[in-house]
């Protein structure tokens, strides 16, 4: 019985559906082989009747070249569904060798065809596979060869457990993994089976330890494409663009990230700002810069997007910046959250509503503490220096964190306008501290030229409980001479569901959803950060993300995740990067949170 995707070749499907097609078909037929090489019942079976007839499956190699093939097919079926170029090429390559594998060997004419229609469909459709590479780096390879050699040590245990009749002895299952590694590197190991079985094994083993060797090899030695990074240029172009325009969007001094790469409108009036995180082409925010010149931003960013066959996303957008990208791509979006902004002027410790933040505030200025509030650049080399290196020592993870919220530095020349507020003690011992007498940080950005946003929050942990909060009524007294007269604090996710939830006569529905919220907060902190931002009696402007699709939005979650810091895929460095003092560089955490130690607060 011919499978459905074989008719679908044969008929020819519609264009824009040819790399989904071919790259299902590589993913089936790359399975199919590898289960034909791996068990022996599977050779003797009705599946395998179709399994002969696919590329991978000939001469007196069959089990061999069968992982082989398979193991190839099933890398390339990615990136033919993400219509990669250099995917393209190999299975360009890899189906006329398995054609002409076919004709010599077992002069199976179905086999030929099936490798030269597909090959066909690839040459007739080349211009849905033209995406550019994505950024990558040689710790590739390195990644290639534990995740290849952690997948060969597993399929090669099954491949010499797989002849249990044709085994002589019991060996352990020690000796099955020595002679899995002996057989990876191509030498006879302690297992002994009767007849040609041991032929068998020792062809599909050495095939899987070639297989590992010659990725890594390529992945090592070919041209890198490293991730986009700000250029001094385009930082000093989007200063330029944020002098103008910086007051409209509280999220726009983090566009100066300097891991994120930039395009610009072809007016250079706009700007978008991104990283690509497992293939997802993550922007945060509005674009930067004038509002008519949006479009041409987004619609060179959809064009990167589209080169490189990225998945398009926008995280906190706001409701204009949402609406002008919907309009503009015709993609979706869905509200995530909401941001919480202070007017300075309406803001007051007085009141019933303030009772707690004043009451805590008061215990904590009887214990000894005072506050600082003023401008990076009027901080002294020594004061800057103990700040950067209590925040990288304060955080409280090993993983750095931030993305949309995080602008992963402080006291940089550049950003003279950020404001820092410190709480000070004075204790035995602060002489020999590196940190002085600082007890909590909190660093705000510039948010055009009357506003501020919070980026990152910081305590030592042997300080008072309530340091955050604090600081924070610190810098909103301190915003007048300052000449501030609004504050962005914290960006609380599913807020409106937390609020509604919570309420009398909440349905059914709303209050499982808010449960899962509430539940999801035990490491997220969803639900803390929501009510510290309340204590401060904000307005809340919603934020949104942006979307292809919905069946994309998983994948961009974990993206976002990625991006964020909470998840992490990069491999550790055997040899940390440090700053100048020989100290980890001072990075920012995820959207400015206030850390576990707010539970405490």
Known sequence: MVPDWVRRVLRGPRSESVPALVGTAAAVIGLIDIAAGVFPRFRHSRMHSLAEVLPGATGPFAAALSLSAGVLLLLLAHG????????????VILLPVGAVSQFVYRHSYIGVLLSLALLALLLRHRGQFAALPDPRSRWKALANFVVMGAGSIGLGLVIVSAHPKR???SPSLTDRLEHVLFG?????????????VSWTVGYSLGALGLLTAVTTIYLAFRPEHPAAQLTEDDEARLRELLAKHGGRDSLGHFALRRDKGVVFSPSGKAAVCYRVVSGVML????????VEAWPGAIERFMDEAKAHSWTPAVMGCSETGGEVWTRETG?????????AVVDVADFSLTGRAMRNVRQMVKRIERN???TRVRRARDLSDVELEQIRRAAADWRGTDTERGFSMALGRIGDAADGDAVIATAHKKDEGDEDSPYGDVKAIIHFVPWGTDGMSLELMRRDRSADPGMNE?????????????????????????????ARGEKI??????RVWRGLLVFLSRWFQIESLYKFNAKFRPRWEPRFVVFRNTRDLPRIGFAAMQAEGFVNLALPRPFPRRGKAGRPRPCAHIVATPEREVRAA
């Open 470 to 498: 604090l600081l924070i009524v610190a810098a909103l007294q301190a915003s007048p001479a300052l000449k501030i007269e609004r504050v962005s604090l914290n960006f609380a996710m599913f807020r409106s569901a937390l």
């Open 184 to 196: 990876l590197f191509g030498f006879e190991g302690p297992v002994d089976y009767a007849g040609r």
């Open 80 to 91: 033919l569904k993400r219509h990669k170029r250099r995917a393209w090429r190999a299975a």
């Open 368 to 370: 000894g503490y005072e």
């Open 283 to 290: 922007a945060s925010g509005d674009p930067i810069g004038d």
């Open 167 to 169: 085994v002589i002895g």
């Open 505 to 510: 006569g909440a349905g059914p529905v709303l």
């Open 331 to 339: 993609l979706d979006a869905l509200e995530l959250g909401d941001e």
